[in-house]
């Protein structure tokens, strides 16, 4: 049987919130299975619980915003990314904000943090949603698609008609059968430019944006003296965004997902679309290991360990 997992033990970390810029606690701990993923702001009186779901995403500005009783927690896409890419189905998030810590603008010390906590397997089997037929959304030339595939595979094209960008891979296609999520999507850091900085934190927005969490743009260049981690970072991080957004589904995708310019609200539209039509999804599970998809047969969408 392929089985849900849980982490080992829980872990703690601090840091700020890129929009906020507010310092964070976070914690994570262990969850029973069929439990799923689950965050609870412990700053409020008394705490609120918000399980994951995608129609409860009521912010997609920035960033992927949950809310339930009035309670919200804000930039949850890296944090749910390097969940799916592990494969942990039942986990309780512990928040001190309204905002998850942007860390370093990946997912790559979420990774770390989940490894350093251990991840073991629990006596319940793992449910995935198994898309049965494509379904497609736009918002004019944009667009993103989820088609039956017996796995997890993306396509994603970005175009910003920026010369730094254009520089790098516009295209990323990768199936995770073959691909390593925490080798090659993980360490892709979220991006933006100066020049739009002084309109977003006049929104109340990148209020903690900065160098050590952002790739960051004037209007020709790179400014981060170390560069970039992959020839195809931007693009990279568009999967691993996606990859988060999807997540908030609550279960993987069985599914080939696509997309042109598409970004947290059209990925929360396209995830809509899908739980809006029954026929186009059944939940499946698997008794024997050896007939899961490669993708998810030994965890997630990858095993293997991250190392800076």
């Known amino acids: 049987m392929l089985k849900q997992r849980t982490l080992k033990q829980s872990i703690r970390t601090t840091g700020v919130g890129l929009h906020s810029g507010v ?7 262990p969850a029973a299975p069929d439990t799923g993923i689950v965050f609870r702001r412990s700053d409020l009186s008394p705490p609120v619980t918000i399980p994951v779901n995608a129609l409860q995403v009521t912010d997609t500005r920035m960033a992927s915003t949950l809310e339930q009783d009035g309670a919200r927690v804000a930039t949850v896409e890296h944090l749910m990314s390097a969940l799916a890419g592990l494969g ?27 490894q350093q906590a251990g991840i073991e397997e629990q006596a319940a089997p793992k449910q995935f949603i198994r898309v049965l037929k494509p379904v497609e959304v736009k918002d004019g030339d944009k667009w993103a698609k989820l088609e039956p595939h017996f796995g997890f595979k993306t396509r994603f094209g970005i175009k910003f008609n920026h010369p730094a960008i254009d520089a790098t891979g516009q295209f990323v296609e990768m199936d995770f059968s073959q691909h390593s999520y925490v080798r090659e999507v993980a360490r892709a850091r979220t991006f933006g430019f100066m020049q739009e900085v002084e309109a977003l934190r006049n929104a109340g927005l990148a209020k903690g944006g900065s160098f050590e969490n952002a790739i960051v743009m004037d209007e020709d260049r790179i400014l981060n003296s170390e560069g970039l981690r992959y020839d195809d970072e931007f693009a990279k991080h568009k999967i691993l965004d996606a990859i988060g957004d999807l ?14 310019k598409s970004g947290h609200a ?18 499946v599970h698997f008794d024997q290991e050896a007939k899961a998809p490669v993708d998810y047969a030994s965890a997630g969408l990858s095993t293997t360990a991250l190392s800076y």
């Open 23 to 29: 310092k964070v606690t976070l914690a994570l701990h």
């Open 247 to 260: 997540y908030l589904a609550g279960k993987p995708l069985l599914a080939s997902y696509s997309a042109w």
């Open 266 to 283: 059209l990925n929360n539209q396209l995830l809509r679309a899908l739980l809006a039509d029954p026929q186009a999804y059944d939940l």
């Open 88 to 114: 942990i189905d039942n986990v309780l998030i512990e928040v001190s904000a309204a905002e998850i810590p942007i860390m370093d603008g990946s997912a790559g010390t979420f990774v770390y943090l989940l």
